[in-house]
T-cell receptor, first 114, second 113 residues
Framework: DAGVTQSPTHLIKTRGQHVTLRCSPISGHKSVSWYQQVLGQGPQFIFQYYEKEERGRGNFPDRFSARQFPNYSSELNVNALLLGDSALYLC?????????????FGPGTRLTVT | DQQVKQNSPSLSVQEGRISILNCDYTNSMFDYFLWYKKYPAEGPTFLISISSIKDKNEDGRFTVFLNKSAKHLSLHIVPSQPGDSAVYFCAASGTSGTYKYIFGTGTRLKVLA
């Protein structure tokens, strides 16, 4: 079975631009979460979606938004990019959104903002 | 405020010996804990989890211990193998409310052949 897939793998953007990152969950998983990981830190929670509804939001500005589609895939959008948005963006899927289910991570999208 | 802490940024262990990675948390609402392993250029890989109703969970060479009163968990790897060399993250979540995982900053384990 395919794991969590993310696209693109790498991305270089300029300050002020916007970016869209994509994620396909493991087949059968209905919950998708997004995390940001900067160098030397653990992943930080951005959003969780379940059945196309936002179930949780981390401490990120409104420039960050996301959505989930009927096939449970998801997009993360970041507007007005800042240099500090440079990071590895991870998508994770799980069977359902409760905290007692393991989340399985994709390989991530490495975003560089110049 | 770092709710999940891994105070050892790195650890070196000889092949065949035990590796012990530690994690402390501050939020008493956390009741589910996980360990992930991460290789460079890959996403974190789930290793093992434990619910707060247990104090130990084993899976092959990996055992996680939870001490709720001390708000401390540890991951034991026995015997350690060179392929175990990676960054290990502990994560915590509550099973009610927002179901996000809170991650520690990671411990880089190096297993020496």
């Amino acid at each position: 079975d395919a794991g969590v897939t993310q696209s693109p793998t790498h991305l270089i953007k300029t300050r002020g631009q916007h970016v869209t990152l994509r994620c396909s969950p493991i087949s059968g998983h209905k919950s998708v979460s997004w995390y940001q990981q900067v160098l030397g830190q653990g992943p930080q929670f951005i959003f969780q979606y379940y059945e196309k509804e936002e179930r949780g939001r981390g401490n990120f500005p409104d420039r960050f938004s996301a959505r989930q589609f009927p096939n449970y895939s998801s997009e993360l959008n970041v507007n007005a990019l800042l240099l500090g948005d440079s990071a590895l963006y991870l998508c994770a899927s799980s069977l359902n959104p409760t905290g007692s289910y393991e989340q399985y991570f994709g390989p991530g999208t490495r975003l560089t903002v110049t | 405020d770092q709710q999940v802490k891994q105070n050892s940024p790195s650890l070196s262990v000889q092949e065949g010996r035990i590796s012990i990675l530690n994690c402390d948390y501050t939020n008493s609402m956390f009741d589910y804990f996980l360990w992930y392993k991460k290789y460079p250029a890959e996403g974190p890989t789930f290793l093992i989890s434990i619910s707060s109703i247990k104090d130990k969970n084993e899976d092959g060479r990996f055992t996680v211990f939870l001490n709720k009163s001390a708000k401390h968990l540890s991951l034991h790897i026995v015997p350690s193998q060179p392929g175990d060399s990676a960054v290990y993250f502990c994560a915590a979540s509550g099973t009610s409310g927002t179901y996000k995982y809170i991650f520690g900053t990671g411990t880089r384990l190096k297993v020496l052949a």
